[in-house]
């Protein structure tokens, strides 16, 4: 059983900061990517950013210059600084990681919610 929980969502004003993290436990033998996506009201749910084993990251175009993606492995955990943030990046925020030892499977966060207010 692997369970991957956030945490850090909140509410903040435009121009602020917020820090996500997640952590993965359980049967955990080996974390490929992790990476982090969102979902607004009424839209489809949209890659945020991503993160390799070895620190390779990818971020949305949206994103880019305000958000950093991080990884601590020893720790299995994740983390999304979000700064300068904007109303438009209001949304619940999913952590998620591919987990495996030969074939992975992507597993998926609760979500948590952040919203920016004007």
């Known amino acids: 059983q692997v369970q991957l929980v956030e945490s850090g969502g909140g509410l903040v004003q435009a121009g602020g900061s917020l820090r996500l993290s997640c952590a993965a436990s359980?049967?955990?033998?080996?974390?490929?990517?992790m990476g982090w996506y969102r979902q607004a009201p009424g839209k489809q749910r949209e890659l945020v950013a991503s993160?390799?084993?070895?620190?390779?990251?990818n971020y949305a175009d949206s994103v880019k210059g305000r958000f950093t993606i991080s990884r601590d492995n020893a720790k299995n955990m994740v983390y999304l600084q979000m700064n300068s943030l904007k109303p438009e990046d209001t949304a619940v925020y999913y952590c998620?990681?591919?987990?495996?030892?030969?074939?992975?499977?992507?597993?998926w966060g609760q979500g948590t919610q952040v919203t920016v207010s004007s």
């Open positions: 359980g049967s955990i033998f080996s974390i490929n990517a």
């Open positions: 993160i390799t084993t070895g620190g390779s990251t």
């Open positions: 998620n990681a591919d987990i495996g030892d030969y074939a992975f499977a992507r597993y």
